[in-house]
């Protein structure tokens, strides 16, 4: 059974780095069929994907556009979790944060989520 | 604006049978087979119901199913029951640079 353990700080000043972390549990972040995302839900956007990591004989990432210049998300094989980044943050960046595994069977859709990181961006 | 429109909510008695719709375009629901539907229960993380339009995972009831016809998809929830009571989020993978795109969400009432 695969299972996301998110952890990280839930207050963030503006203009600050967002930093979240996803331990994974049952797979690995080097598997050859699984995705690994970040997703973001608030009341003013709903449910926004951000971005992804995934490994297929090398690493790859896309990211949203709409976050694409402040955004990265990285893979650490040795402790099989991976990592988001959010640069310069403001107010509009407050929202609950999930980390979720996609592919891996379930094509194109997102099988397994982390319980959630409540992110408040205030000073 | 969510990418996906869903209505607000829909409601049903227990054993009765509801359809939520999922609509979007030509980029995104009507170019792939790739809609799923997402159940979230209040302080819970989402739950994957329906994946490729009309696959359920593992462990999913076969009260839940999916189904789509040009731009829309669609959830139908057959033999309603309490626990069904949440709201239901579908997405789409897209050909614009946003990848993922998902609905509103639909809260579920069982009256």
């Known amino acids: 059974q695969v299972q996301l353990q998110q952890s990280g700080p839930g207050l963030v000043k503006p203009s600050q780095t967002l930093s979240l972390t996803c331990a994974i549990s049952?797979?690995?972040?080097?598997?050859?069929?699984?995705?690994w995302n970040w997703i973001r839900q608030s009341p003013s956007r709903g449910l926004e994907w951000l971005g992804r990591?995934?490994?297929?004989?090398?690493?790859?990432?896309d990211y949203a556009v709409s976050v694409q210049s402040r955004i990265t998300i990285n893979p650490d094989t040795s402790k099989n979790q991976f990592s988001l980044q959010l640069n310069s943050v403001t107010p509009e960046d407050s929202a609950l944060y999930y980390c979720?595994?996609?592919?891996?069977?379930?094509?194109?859709?997102?099988?397994?989520w982390g319980q959630g990181t409540l992110v408040t961006v205030s000073s | 604006q969510s990418a996906l429109t869903q209505p607000a909510s829909v409601s049903g008695s227990p054993g009765q049978s509801i359809t939520i719709s999922c609509t979007g375009t030509?980029?995104?629901?009507?170019?792939?087979?790739?809609v799923s539907w997402y159940q979230q229960h209040p302080g819970k993380a989402p739950k994957l119901l329906i994946y490729?339009?009309?696959n359920r995972p593992s462990g999913i009831s076969n009260r839940f199913s999916g189904s789509k016809s040009g731009n829309t998809a669609s959830l139908t929830i057959s033999g309603l029951q309490a626990e069904d009571e949440a709201d239901y989020y579908c997405?789409?993978?897209?050909?614009?640079?946003?990848?993922?795109?998902f609905g509103g969400g639909t809260k579920l009432t069982v009256l």
């Open positions: 490729e339009v009309s």
């Open positions: 979720v595994r996609g592919g891996g069977g379930h094509n194109y859709a997102f099988g397994y």
């Open positions: 997405s789409s993978y897209t050909s614009s640079s946003t990848r993922w795109v």
């Open positions: 049952g797979d690995s972040v080097s598997s050859n069929s699984a995705a």
């Open positions: 030509s980029s995104d629901v009507g170019n792939y087979n790739y």
């Open positions: 990591t995934y490994y297929r004989s090398k690493w790859y990432n």
